[in-house]
């Protein structure tokens, strides 16, 4: 029997400073999502894939993809063809984090790109070492720019396949005190559209 990764992510969730939540996986559609990705549960990856339809951090902020739960699509979904680069998370203000190769011959690393620019940032951290960050504490300086008093209840309230949306938004110099914007949920898909789209119009994507 192969040994599991997920003993390790399952301690780190426990011992997480902040709320963590494993939502529960659909067997056959894990099984379905590994053999997409052609990974086993020895990997991070693998092991959440096979463990968790999702990893719901710190009050709903971070959405990291497993096999996929309620409105949340299994990672093997957000495979982009040719492009080499894999969606492992999503956060509630449209932020993805991806798993890419940047160039031949180096290890794929997690790259964030964020609604305050618009643009893709090498994190310099494999998958595993990315996801320990995440479930140990860096979310919160990570995030510290885009959050506002009272954020926590207004996270929890969203629904996991929503996002959101602020205006003015966070990458205009308008937006950049959340506190002071106008703040909604929209669909978390529309709302990364809106980004990505922001982005081809500035010339940053």
């Not at 860096?138 to 996002?163: C, H, I, K, M, S």
Request: glycine share 12%.
């Amino acid at each position: 029997m192969e040994q599991s990764a997920w003993s390790e992510i399952s301690a780190l969730v426990a011992a997480a400073p902040y709320p963590v939540e494993v939502l529960p996986v659909d067997s056959q559609q894990a099984a379905a999502c590994l053999a997409a990705l052609e990974i086993t549960t020895r990997s991070w990856l693998g092991a959440v894939v096979a463990n968790s339809g999702a990893l719901v951090i710190d009050h709903g902020w971070l959405r990291v993809l497993g096999g996929g739960r309620d409105g949340l699509p299994g990672v093997a979904a957000q495979m982009v063809p040719g492009a080499g680069r894999l969606v492992v998370a999503f956060d509630v203000m449209g932020g993805q984090f991806a798993w890419l190769q940047a160039e031949p011959a180096v290890r794929p690393t997690v790259h964030y790109f964020g609604p305050e620019d618009l643009a893709w940032q090498d994190l310099e951290l494999g998958y595993g070492d990315w996801l320990e960050a995440m479930l140990t504490g860096a979310l919160t300086g990570f995030y510290e720019g885009l959050r506002w008093p009272g954020w926590e209840a207004e996270v929890a309230g969203v629904a996991l396949d929503q996002g959101i949306s602020a205006w003015p938004p966070p990458w205009t110099r308008e937006g950049k005190d959340l506190s002071a914007v106008s703040r909604k949920p929209i669909l978390l898909a529309e709302l990364v559209s809106v980004h990505q789209d922001a982005a081809r119009q500035l010339g940053s994507l």
